[in-house]
């Protein structure tokens, strides 16, 4: 809560469907211990990084000024 509002209800957000964007997020981070190893193809920082981004597209993220 953000002052007795959400971020959703204050623009910061952009999603139709909070509760499934929630579910998909904990889903990235169980499958990623399934297939995740350190000497794989993809290093822990670009793994974040990737899905920093891609968690933020999920749930609707809007840019802030600033």
């Known amino acids: 809560m953000l002052g007795g509002t959400t971020r ?26 399934r297939w995740y190893r350190d000497d794989g193809r993809w290093s822990s920082e670009e793994i974040g990084d990737y899905y920093v981004d891609l968690g933020l597209r999920i749930v609707g993220a809007r840019k802030q000024d600033g």
């Open 8 to 33: 959703r209800t204050t623009g910061v957000f952009d999603n139709p469907n909070p509760r499934m964007a929630a579910i998909a997020l904990l889903s990235l981070g169980i499958d990623l211990a």
